[in-house]
């Protein structure tokens, strides 16, 4: 009896001294948000040591798709409307729960060396990478944009167009000099080590780039996701997205 009390007692002591498990944030978000995330995540940790975020980072079409064939999400965050509107329509995001997180801008990256200075110098070039467009919201922005400016057909019929999953590759392929530049986003552009803006895209070629993040019916029933979703909008998270170059709404 004494052997099996003092079983009970060690075993008790046991799981008083283990920490708690991690609670799991899963965090589906657009590629360009990546390191903008693992600090809000920094931040956010400092007074929840329990929580953890888990992130699954990708073109924002890609995300989208998975989340609808049942891969697990608590909150999407979106580099454009319509894929959030795509998983709304599929009740796979909570409609009430959607706001604007941030705001971003188009750009195109080149190695210092380039002499391109609008769009309008994009013919003279031999390489230019660009997102996917049916998966990247960045991809269509910049599709659209090429199109209004009337470019597109000719650079696609000269085959100049060198197409990238997200835009993490696509500032890959623009640092490593293997096209002659890349459009991206600005927030992307500015972590580039060995390339530079070579100039912004006119905001009025394209739709505005927002970024929305709204809550999955999983996550909408956790409290803790649904703190941390509040967080999102402090202020404490905008001097955070607006020090990775984001702008807020």
């Not at 509107?85 to 909570?94: C, F, G, P, Q, W």
């Not at 392929?173 to 530079?196: H, I, M, S, W």
Request: one cysteine or more; a positive charge.
């Amino acid at each position: 009896m004494n052997k099996l009390l003092g079983l009970i007692i060690l075993t008790c002591a046991i799981l008083v001294i283990q920490p708690a498990a991690a609670a799991e944030i899963r965090v589906a978000a657009a590629a360009s948000l990546s390191d903008a995330l693992r600090a809000l995540d920094a931040a956010y940790r400092e007074r929840h040591p329990q929580m953890q975020l888990v992130p699954n980072l990708a073109a924002s079409g890609t995300l989208a798709r998975q989340i609808v064939a049942g891969a697990p999400a608590d909150l999407f965050i979106s580099a454009d409307r319509q894929w959030m509107d795509h998983l709304v329509t599929e009740k796979r995001i909570v409609p009430g729960t959607v706001r604007v997180l941030a705001q971003n801008s188009l750009v195109f990256l080149g190695r210092s060396d380039q002499t391109v200075r609008s769009l309008a110098d994009l013919p003279g070039l031999q390489r230019i990478a660009l997102c996917s467009p049916g998966s990247s919201p960045a991809g269509r922005y910049t599709e659209q944009a090429l199109k209004k400016a009337g470019l597109y057909p000719v650079l696609q019929q000269n085959k100049r167009l060198v197409l990238a999953k997200d835009v993490l590759q696509a500032r890959m392929y623009a640092e490593r000099g293997e096209v002659d530049g890349a459009f991206v986003f600005r927030t992307d552009a500015l972590l580039a080590k060995q390339a530079r803006i070579l100039f912004e895209v006119p905001a009025d070629l394209h739709e505005p780039v927002l970024y929305p993040v709204g809550l999955t019916p999983e996550g909408a029933r956790r409290a803790e996701v649904q703190e941390f979703f509040k967080f999102l909008a402090s202020p404490e998270a905008g001097r955070i997205l607006a020090g990775f170059g984001f702008m807020l709404p």
